[in-house]
């Protein structure tokens, strides 16, 4: 917890001989809710779980290991809230089994389909709509600048200098 300022700023206002108790750097914290036992740190009875490796390590526990197989966001905060507690959990765990590559590879979009795609209006003049796309390497011979300037799906391609 060296190096943990969240837990720092609160042992410094509930453990009365830390050396370096300063101004608090989050006032709204309510430091009540937390107390030292047995050389960990707990706030409503839920052991405080130290930025870095811990938070990851017990997020791994609750996600990764083979008997829980990779729950959803509410699942895995369900696991974990009810014995550890550090701020910004849900976010934290949010941010976790979105990027967990598992979750992404295995499991299917429980939303709705896009739809089809809509084609664009057809322009009533020339030049009154264009679409823009620089490609840096486009087919056919290579111009001097290398960037193809191309209006897709108007039928214009201009070599840009
Ligand atoms: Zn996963």
Known sequence: MATDE????VLDH?????????QSKNPRNDYRQFYWHGGFLFRQNLLYVPNGPPRLQVLQHCH?????????VHKTLELISPQHWWPHLRQFVEEYVCSCDTCCRSKSPRHRSYGLLQPLPIPENPWKSI???FIPSGPGPPCPSGTLF????????????
């Open 64 to 72: 990764d290991t083979p008997i829980v197989g990779h729950y959803g």
């Open 131 to 133: 679409l823009l796309d």
């Open 150 to 161: 191309c209006s897709p799906g108007r039928g214009i391609i201009i070599n840009h200098q």
């Open 14 to 22: 509930i453990v009365p001989d830390r050396a370096s108790c300063s």
């Open 6 to 9: 969240f837990a720092n700023d």
